[in-house]
């Protein structure tokens, strides 16, 4: 408000006073002039308030500068820097300015000095701490507006929301008390987050030894999360396992019992199998699991298992130590075909063969080669390990004149077979007859026979090594020896007398009873025949 006062002095000199008149106000009144004629007068006013602009700009922007681990993603515990520029954007002071950012934990914060004069800015700097619930619940994505309350001159209260100075797709729907109405969105930021997951498979088995039907392989599957989100619906899958009637058991690592997989967490599973012939003729079992699960977002992750490395994805293979063995016994049964009790040419040999498989995977295709013989029967398709086989092979030998100067007819059979990786495995026969391995079958083939036992018990029946025919051969001579070479027996010329007393020097005393065991002999019978070996067993 305010008046104009005109002075002036009238024609009997006296000075005098007119206060001025607002013609646009009807109000009149005089009193504050000496005009003679009191004109009615008044101030002249006007309101300038219609000219505040009363205005503040919130501007709110945020920057990832946390990554402690320098990895490009976000983790709980890393931060995010927000800065809020506010600016007095119009023309009379603001009074009583404070903030309220929710995120940030800011309530009724004083901006400055809570004033703000025309064209003055402040910028708050706030640092904040993300939390799993950042990275699960909106996937990384956090959007967030500061308020910030203010009086303009005359005590009238207003507020404004923050903008995002680099979103162009300004909005304004939070309904604030802003004069100027202008656009305001919130300030949002996307994280860069990670949902992986990975699976260690490994095996715990005891390969020191031959592998056996009903050994067991325990496997132990790590499970883990190494992403920054957690993951839930995790389904560990093994198909083979599981074929195979394989239950996979949780163990443990679910820390918190909330059956989800939270970052940094590895769960343990375990599964037993146990091992079949199959597996043991393969050499190996192989096989691997898979995992899957999803995060908040919708998507899902998966990864196969490796035994050693989560970055790989290799089967798990389990060597399995075979150990493949083929033995074979060779029996031979003289037949008297003229019934004369002595060999003769043209008498024959019967051989009997006994295949067994003695290691632990299955044998194919065994057939058995005799040098002196045809063997008759087989191949034998397959035999399973702890099988054995006396029926499929048979063989009959003619004895020649040659073999009767020879006393006898030594051989050796071959089995021959082949593993399940077609690998040849053979054996040379044993005399199972005696307690010598892998030796020949000998036939005594020189016109006598050769007991395999006899019994000097002292009750008339087989008291002494009674050789039939011996009386042929005037120079028959006789040695025998223990099983360790200790001749504890000899005679010449032999006259079927030995009663199993010890006739070797320092072994035995000449009169002592030998023990009950096999012992070995060399016959001679003269210049013109080869000697005869063999093994007779003395039971008392």
Same mark, same amino acid.
């Given at each position: 408000?305010?008046?104009?006062?005109?002075?002036?002095?009238?024609?009997?000199?006296?000075?005098?006073?007119?206060?001025?008149?607002?013609?646009?106000?009807?109000?009149?009144?005089?009193?504050? !002039?000496?005009?003679?004629? $009191? %004109? +009615? #007068? *008044?101030? @002249?006013?006007? &309101?300038?308030?219609?000219?505040? =602009?009363?205005? /503040?700009?919130?501007?709110?922007?945020?920057?990832?500068?946390?990554?402690?681990?320098?990895?490009?993603?976000?983790?709980?515990?890393?931060?995010?820097?927000?800065?809020?520029?506010?600016?007095?954007?119009?023309?009379?002071?603001?009074?009583?300015?404070?903030?309220?950012?929710?995120?940030?934990?800011?309530?009724?914060?004083?901006?400055?000095?809570?004033?703000?004069?025309?064209?003055?800015?402040?910028?708050?700097?706030?640092?904040?701490?993300?939390?799993?619930?950042?990275?699960?619940?909106?996937?990384?994505?956090?959007?967030?507006?500061?308020?910030?309350?203010?009086?303009?001159?005359?005590?009238?209260?207003?507020?404004?929301?923050?903008?995002?100075?680099?979103?162009?797709?300004?909005?304004?729907?939070?309904? !604030?008390?802003?004069?100027? $109405? %202008? +656009? #305001? *969105?919130? @300030?949002?930021? &996307?994280?860069?987050?990670?949902? =992986?997951?990975? /699976?260690?498979?490994?095996?715990?088995?005891?390969?020191?030894?031959?592998?056996?039907?009903?050994?067991?392989?325990?496997?132990?599957?790590?499970?883990?999360?190494?992403?920054?989100?957690?993951?839930?619906?995790?389904?560990?899958?093994?198909?083979?396992?599981?074929?195979?009637?394989?239950?996979?058991?949780?163990?443990?690592?679910?820390?918190?019992?909330?059956?989800?997989?939270?970052?940094?967490?590895?769960?343990?599973?375990?599964?037993?199998?146990?091992?079949?012939?199959?597996?043991?003729?393969?050499?190996?079992?192989?096989?691997?699991?898979?995992?899957?699960?999803?995060?908040?977002?919708?998507?899902?992750?998966?990864?196969?298992?490796?035994?050693?490395?989560?970055?790989?994805?290799?089967?798990?293979?389990?060597?399995?130590?075979?150990?493949?063995?083929?033995?074979?016994?060779?029996?031979?049964?003289?037949?008297?075909?003229?019934?004369?009790?002595?060999?003769?040419?043209?008498?024959?040999?019967?051989?009997?063969?006994?295949?067994?498989?003695?290691?632990?995977?299955?044998?194919?295709?065994?057939?058995?080669?005799?040098?002196?013989?045809?063997?008759?029967?087989?191949?034998?398709?397959?035999?399973?390990?702890?099988?054995?086989?006396?029926?499929?092979?048979?063989?009959?030998?003619?004895?020649?004149?040659?073999?009767?100067?020879?006393?006898?007819?030594?051989?050796?059979?071959?089995?021959?077979?082949?593993?399940?990786?077609?690998?040849?495995?053979?054996?040379?026969?044993?005399?199972?007859?005696?307690?010598?391995?892998?030796?020949?079958?000998?036939?005594?083939?020189?016109?006598?026979?050769?007991?395999?036992?006899?019994?000097?018990?002292?009750?008339?029946?087989?008291?002494?090594?009674?050789?039939?025919?011996?009386?042929?051969?005037?120079?028959?001579?006789?040695?025998?020896?223990?099983?360790?070479?200790?001749?504890?027996?000899?005679?010449?010329?032999?006259?079927?007398?030995?009663?199993?007393?010890?006739?070797?020097?320092?072994?035995?005393?000449?009169?002592?009873?030998?023990?009950?065991?096999?012992?070995?002999?060399?016959?001679?019978?003269?210049?013109?025949?080869?000697?005869?070996?063999?093994?007779?067993?003395?039971?008392?």
């Amino acid at each position: 408000s305010n008046q104009a006062v005109v002075t002036y002095t009238d024609s009997n000199g006296n000075t005098l006073t007119n206060a001025s008149d607002d013609p646009t106000d009807s109000t009149d009144n005089d009193n504050s !002039d000496t005009e003679p004629n $009191d %004109d +009615p #007068d *008044d101030e @002249t006013d006007i &309101d300038l308030s219609i000219y505040w =602009i009363k205005t /503040l700009e919130v501007l709110k922007t945020v920057v990832f500068d946390g990554d402690t681990n320098n990895d490009g993603i976000a983790q709980p515990g890393e931060t995010l820097t927000y800065n809020i520029t506010i600016t007095n954007t119009g023309n009379v002071v603001l009074n009583n300015v404070i903030i309220n950012d929710a995120l940030v934990g800011v309530n009724q914060q004083v901006v400055g000095t809570g004033v703000l004069n025309p064209g003055d800015v402040e910028t708050l700097t706030y640092v904040y701490t993300i939390t799993q619930d950042d990275l699960d619940v909106n996937c990384g994505h956090i959007c967030n507006q500061a308020e910030v309350l203010y009086q303009d001159p005359a005590g009238n209260q207003y507020n404004n929301y923050s903008d995002d100075p680099n979103n162009t797709n300004d909005i304004d729907d939070t309904n !604030d008390n802003d004069p100027l $109405d %202008d +656009p #305001d *969105d919130p @300030t949002c930021i &996307d994280l860069p987050v990670q949902s =992986i997951i990975t /699976l260690l498979k490994l095996d715990d088995f005891d390969n020191s030894d031959c592998t056996q039907v009903g050994n067991v392989i325990v496997y132990t599957f790590e499970v883990n999360n190494p992403g920054s989100t957690s993951l839930n619906n995790v389904i560990l899958e093994d198909d083979i396992l599981t074929n195979l009637g394989v239950s996979i058991d949780y163990v443990s690592g679910d820390s918190d019992g909330d059956q989800i997989l939270d970052p940094g967490e590895t769960w343990i599973y375990t599964a037993v199998y146990t091992l079949i012939q199959a597996d043991i003729d393969a050499g190996h079992f192989d096989n691997q699991a898979s995992v899957t699960a999803s995060d908040n977002c919708g998507n899902t992750v998966s990864d196969l298992s490796d035994p050693v490395d989560v970055t790989a994805d290799n089967v798990t293979v389990t060597n399995l130590v075979q150990c493949p063995e083929l033995t074979l016994e060779k029996t031979g049964e003289f037949d008297d075909l003229n019934e004369n009790g002595v060999a003769d040419a043209g008498d024959t040999i019967t051989y009997s063969f006994t295949v067994t498989n003695t290691g632990n995977v299955t044998l194919y295709n065994i057939s058995i080669d005799d040098p002196i013989v045809a063997v008759t029967g087989g191949p034998i398709g397959m035999l399973l390990p702890g099988e054995s086989d006396s029926q499929t092979f048979t063989a009959t030998y003619v004895i020649t004149p040659e073999d009767l100067k020879n006393g006898s007819v030594v051989n050796q059979a071959m089995a021959i077979g082949y593993d399940p990786q077609n690998n040849q495995i053979s054996d040379l026969s044993d005399d199972p007859q005696t307690v010598e391995e892998n030796d020949p079958t000998i036939i005594i083939t020189i016109g006598i026979d050769i007991p395999e036992i006899f019994t000097p018990n002292g009750d008339g029946v087989n008291d002494t090594f009674v050789i039939s025919g011996l009386e042929n051969f005037e120079d028959a001579s006789l040695k025998v020896f223990n099983r360790w070479g200790a001749k504890v027996f000899e005679a010449t010329p032999y006259h079927n007398d030995w009663d199993g007393r010890s006739d070797g020097q320092f072994v035995y005393d000449k009169v002592s009873k030998l023990p009950v065991g096999t012992y070995y002999y060399v016959l001679k019978l003269g210049e013109n025949f080869k000697p005869i070996v063999g093994w007779v067993y003395l039971d008392r």
